[in-house]
């Protein structure tokens, strides 16, 4: 990994050297645009208005128009700017690690000891650890102002920048005004699936399904051109049945199908109108111990 930034961490007195890293990265098939008449790459140029002419990214300066004038910024004005010479990820307070929304969390970032002994980085690290807390920190990066989380993953501290609070739209939604009843047997069945599917979460063992099937019609393509049969390459998609539109339906067909008896005694059941025998197995799904899951790592 190759560090994109340098400079420290500061608590109290205590200034920690550090280097940052990205944490994460894409693997995404990569695309471009073509016309779809011949096949001809789609370009975007950035030309000059005035002269017309093709302009390099490090002639392009940045500026702002209030609708009267307009004024030019410079990377030398951006670099004046105290914040963005500031080195330092500044500890505001210690919170509560569960006292921070994720909705909040932007891009994560490893930091790594930047000095001949590391003791300071380790001291910080440990005391986060013991206490439970994150640090919540300032610091520029990028030509902007960041607020961010400093908490410890793996033996490491990371930075997770945060949105602003004013950056996170209210969810005011009229649809959740109404009065809503939820009845009981509804609940039990609710109940009934939600233990079925109990586990540890292990990220590892999810992957990204559509880019899977994204890499598998590319490499067909190229083996087959035009003439590719997707129905041949991926199959037939499942027919999942009719449409379920009461909710107390939906949810006696899914507990039957956790039971292994299949749509129709699903549709038996729901046939009945009250639904006695899927609400009696969400009952005594009540009662079993909470299923776990997560595999031993030595297995």
């Given at each position: 990994?190759r560090a994109?930034?340098?400079?420290?961490?500061?608590?109290?007195?205590?200034?920690?050297?550090v280097?940052l890293y990205?944490?994460?990265e894409?693997?995404?098939?990569?695309?471009h645009?073509v016309?779809?008449?011949d096949?001809?790459?789609?370009?975007?140029?950035?030309k000059?208005?005035?002269?017309?002419?093709?302009?390099?990214?490090?002639?392009?300066?940045?500026?702002?128009?209030?609708?009267?004038?307009?004024?030019?910024?410079?990377?030398?004005?951006?670099?004046?700017?105290?914040?963005?010479?500031?080195?330092?990820?500044?500890?505001?307070?210690?919170?509560?690690?569960?006292?921070?929304?994720?909705i909040?969390?932007?891009?994560?970032?490893?930091?790594?000891?930047?000095?001949?002994?590391?003791?300071?980085?380790?001291?910080?690290?440990?005391?986060?650890?013991?206490?439970?807390?994150?640090?919540?920190?300032?610091?520029?990066?990028?030509?902007r102002?960041r607020?961010?989380s400093?908490?410890?993953?793996?033996?490491v501290?990371?930075?997770?920048?945060?949105?602003?609070?004013?950056?996170?739209?209210?969810?005011?939604?009229?649809?959740l005004d109404?009065?809503?009843?939820?009845?009981?047997?509804?609940?039990k069945?609710?109940r009934?699936i939600?233990?079925?599917?109990?586990?540890?979460?292990?990220?590892?063992?999810?992957?990204?399904v559509?880019?899977?099937?994204?890499?598998?019609?590319?490499?067909?393509?190229?083996?087959?051109?035009?003439?590719?049969?997707?129905?041949?390459?991926?199959?037939?998609?499942?027919?999942?049945?009719?449409?379920?539109?009461?909710l107390?339906?939906?949810?006696?067909?899914?507990?039957?199908?956790?039971?292994?008896?299949?749509?129709d005694?699903?549709?038996?059941?729901?046939?009945?109108?009250?639904?006695?025998?899927?609400?009696?197995?969400?009952?005594?799904?009540?009662?079993?111990?909470?299923?776990?899951?997560?595999?031993s790592?030595?297995a």
């Amino acid at each position: 990994m190759r560090a994109i930034w340098k400079g420290s961490i500061t608590f109290g007195l205590v200034n920690v050297p550090v280097k940052l890293y990205a944490a994460t990265e894409e693997h995404d098939v990569e695309l471009h645009q073509v016309h779809d008449a011949d096949g001809g790459r789609i370009r975007y140029e950035r030309k000059c208005e005035v002269c017309g002419k093709k302009v390099e990214y490090a002639h392009i300066d940045k500026a702002y128009d209030d609708g009267e004038q307009t004024v030019v910024l410079t990377k030398d004005d951006f670099s004046a700017l105290p914040a963005e010479k500031s080195r330092e990820i500044e500890v505001l307070e210690f919170v509560p690690n569960e006292q921070i929304d994720p909705i909040l969390f932007e891009r994560s970032y490893y930091l790594e000891p930047d000095s001949k002994s590391p003791k300071a980085y380790v001291l910080l690290l440990r005391v986060l650890e013991e206490t439970e807390r994150t640090a919540v920190v300032q610091f520029s990066l990028r030509q902007r102002t960041r607020l961010a989380s400093l908490r410890v993953r793996d033996g490491v501290l990371m930075v997770q920048t945060l949105r602003w609070a004013d950056e996170v739209r209210a969810a005011e939604f009229e649809s959740l005004d109404a009065d809503i009843t939820v009845g009981e047997r509804e609940m039990k069945l609710a109940r009934s699936i939600v233990s079925e599917l109990e586990a540890d979460f292990e990220p590892e063992q999810y992957v990204d399904v559509y880019q899977q099937q994204l890499r598998t019609l590319v490499e067909a393509k190229l083996d087959q051109g035009e003439a590719l049969d997707t129905a041949a390459t991926f199959g037939k998609a499942e027919d999942e049945g009719a449409e379920v539109i009461d909710l107390l339906e939906a949810l006696q067909r899914s507990v039957a199908k956790k039971q292994g008896k299949g749509a129709d005694a699903a549709g038996d059941a729901a046939s009945k109108g009250d639904g006695d025998e899927a609400a009696d197995t969400a009952d005594k799904a009540d009662k079993k111990p909470a299923k776990r899951t997560k595999k031993s790592k030595s297995a």
